[in-house]
């Protein structure tokens, strides 16, 4: 009878990755680390992952860094609570310093890339769905939005800039994003709430 797998050992792995990245950065981190950090073996981590590299993805799914339920009753407000949540997360040495030498990996192992996709990323943008789907309902936006395109015109200009660090995160940069999307996409009735103006 097979030997009922330790969920401790998972937990204590993937904390000691998550520790880690942030310490020493995606680069430099080694199975022996986090294995004394975990205070387990590598052949014990090794029978649980496939690789490091799915280690990582797995630690970030866990991790849901920038991932918000946002229902304000305003889809303007919600929009900017997700964007200034994914900024935050991007601005965390977690996710938005490992990302840029992660994507290198994730474009050479198509099936680690679909895993990303479907575990680390897409939480994210189903969340940011809901609020777009809800600002449809209330007539903020319009019917018969391009969903996915919408979700890459908010996300794409924050992920652009931690990648490439041309220009700042600052505070007011997701207020920015919105407010540039949703004059595009808006109805113009009542997409900002009267307190942002």
């Known amino acids: 009878m097979a030997r009922r797998r330790d969920e401790r050992i998972d937990h204590a792995v993937l904390a000691a990755v998550t520790e880690l990245v942030a310490e020493v950065g995606y680069p430099a981190l080694t199975m022996e680390a986090i294995a004394q950090r975990a205070g ?13 590299k799915h280690l990582v ?6 991790d849901r860094a920038g991932v918000v339920d946002m229902d304000t009753g305003c889809t303007h407000c ?3 609570g997700h964007l200034e949540a994914l900024r935050l997360a991007m601005d965390d040495p977690v996710l938005g310093h490992l990302l840029p030498a992660l994507v290198a ?6 099936e680690l890339r ?24 209330r007539g903020d936006l319009r019917p018969g939005l391009d969903v996915d395109l919408v979700l890459d015109l908010f996300a794409a200009p924050i992920v652009f800039r931690s990648l ?7 505070p007011n940069f997701p207020e920015d994003v919105a407010r540039a999307v949703l004059h595009g996409v808006g109805t113009g009735d009542g997409h900002r709430c009267a307190e942002r103006g």
């Open 40 to 52: 387990t073996t590598k052949p014990a981590i090794r029978r649980r992952w496939k690789s490091q």
């Open 164 to 170: 490439f660090g041309h220009s700042g995160l600052g």
């Open 105 to 110: 990996d994730l474009a050479d192992d198509p």
């Open 57 to 62: 993805v797995e630690a970030m799914a866990r």
């Open 114 to 137: 679909d895993t990303f996709l479907t575990a680390v990323w897409a939480p994210r943008r189903e969340a940011c769905e809901v609020s777009l789907r809800k600002g449809v309902a």
């Open 78 to 80: 919600d929009i900017v």
